[in-house]
């Protein structure tokens, strides 16, 4: 498999101590990686990397072999093809389930075209796809976002993040908020979305919740203490882990 995302030596610095400190891991194409580790262990920051939000101060970031593109055009356009589902799905709440589908084209679109879609919602045909692949009722397409259900709400999210066609995945701690039905859900369809040979990495609290995930990360104080196929975890790499925090 070819690697998609390489984190090379990757520093970002914190308050009192580095938010990560050193992290280097390569995510290959058709990969599903659950990203373990207790609160404030650098797991958020971490995803900021992978999707460019941040820059750290050291360390190298490569997209398909490329250096990552420090800004303008070339910079979007390795960004669009990283998709990321935050935990509180970011959905615009006015705006109808179309155009917040369609809002995943805006980086390739341009403005012109992305006016013309708030006045009358463009690409009918592939939203309604989209929904349909979600078990959504295409019906819905017109309906503000705010008329939706928790987990309509959460499908949306999910067929916007395919809308912009993606080959990498990002979740960060998407079923923490949700209960345990919603949750098991929520992460059975993101599996199933994560396809190869598109890669999902998904940051996660709950360590019941790794069935289906190929490859595991676990993250503490900002270093990375294994990086293993799920197969071989040991319940005491958990139990280490988790060590002295809260709930452990
Ligand atoms: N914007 C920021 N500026 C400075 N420090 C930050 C910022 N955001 C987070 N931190 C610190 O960076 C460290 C890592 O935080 P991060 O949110 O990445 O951890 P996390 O593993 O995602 O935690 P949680 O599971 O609680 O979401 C923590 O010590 C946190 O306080």
Known sequence: ???????????????????????????????????????????????AVANGLLTPQQGRVFWQGEARARSGRARRRQQARIGTLWQDLRLIEELTVQQNLNAARLAVWGWPRALLNLLMPLETKACTTMLQRLDLDPALLNQPVSALSG???????????????????????????????????LLTLLLELANPPRALLLSLHRPDLLAGFDRVLGLRAGRLVFDQPMASLEPGQLEELYAGTPGA
């Open 151 to 185: 987990g309509q709400r959460q499908r949306v999210a999910l067929a916007r993040l395919l809308r912009q066609e993606p080959e990498l995945l990002l979740a960060d701690e998407p079923v923490a908020s949700l209960d345990p039905r919603l949750a098991g859900e």
């Open 1 to 47: 498999m070819s690697a998609l995302l390489k984190l090379q030596d990757i520093t970002v610095k914190g308050r009192s101590q580095p938010r990560l400190d050193r992290v280097s891991l390569q995510v290959d194409a058709g990969e599903r990686i659950a990203l373990l580790g207790p609160s404030g262990a650098g797991k958020s920051t971490l995803l």
